[in-house]
């Protein structure tokens, strides 16, 4: 069992920075999770946005160069440093834990968080 709460979102220029945390409160061991970033539009297919796995990192190709996934064991926290965000990154941002593959075309995972909004404004 796993809860997940994400905080950071907000409202921001074209061009600026949003970081997003992810507390993930688990019984189990954190640091064997594979946790992930997704987003999603109001109608649209929810897409993974950045994944992190126990050695390696994947991002969608839209953000590569612009984001970077972290995670903290200890504190079992998730990170999304968000760099030069454009209007079309607007979304509701999503951390999940336990993706069913990890990457981001994983097709779900077993515990989500509600969500953060990201608005960018030209």
């Known amino acids: 069992q796993a809860q997940l709460v994400e905080s950071g979102g907000g409202s921001v220029q074209a061009g600026g920075s949003l970081r997003l945390s992810c507390g993930v409160a688990?019984?189990?061991?954190?640091?064997?999770?594979?946790l992930g970033w997704f987003r999603q539009l109001p109608g649209k297919e929810r897409e993974g946005v950045a994944v992190i796995g126990y050695d390696r990192t994947t991002y969608a190709d839209s953000v590569k160069g612009r984001f970077t996934i972290s995670r903290d064991d200890v504190k079992k926290l998730l990170y999304l440093q968000m760099n030069n965000l454009k209007p079309e990154d607007t979304a509701m941002y999503s951390c999940?834990?336990?993706?069913?593959?990890?990457?981001?075309?994983?097709?779900?995972?077993?515990?989500w968080g509600e969500g953060t909004q990201v608005t960018v404004s030209s």
């Open positions: 999940a834990a336990a993706l069913l593959e990890c990457s981001v075309y994983t097709r779900g995972a077993r515990y």
């Open positions: 688990s019984r189990y061991t954190y640091s064997t999770y594979c």
